[in-house]
């Protein structure tokens, strides 16, 4: 089994930045996929972006520009820099690892961009 833990949200600005962390453990030897996904209060959950473990980046054309996914394969770690927030960027926001079996999921932590 792989847990999944996110860390790094809360409340932002308009226009402010923030950092969410997301790290791996358990049986994380064939993990190759990690990444974020958003979930906005009454919309379906969408993918924000993710990395593979060769370093291949994907983003959700929402965010592109304004976010930066980077990884560390030895501590699998995932981490999101995202930059001149907007309210519509408020959402939950999920970590997700990817093995040959299964996808893992964190709890998630709450984003809220609000002044």
């Known amino acids: 089994q792989v847990q999944v833990v996110e860390s790094g949200g809360g409340l932002v600005q308009p226009g402010g930045s923030l950092r969410l962390d997301c790290a791996a453990t358990g049986s994380t030897l064939d993990i190759y996929d990690m990444g974020w996904s958003r979930q906005a209060p009454g919309k379906q959950r969408e993918l924000v972006a993710y990395?593979?473990?060769?370093?291949?980046?994907n983003y959700a054309d929402s965010v592109k520009g304004r976010a930066t996914i980077s990884r560390d394969n030895a501590k699998n770690t995932v981490f999101l820099q995202m930059n001149s927030l907007k309210p519509e960027d408020t959402a939950v926001y999920y970590c997700?690892?990817?093995?040959?079996?299964?996808?893992?999921w964190g709890q998630g932590t709450q984003v809220t961009v609000s002044s």
């Open positions: 997700f690892a990817v093995n040959r079996n299964r996808e893992f």
């Open positions: 990395s593979t473990r060769s370093g291949s980046t």
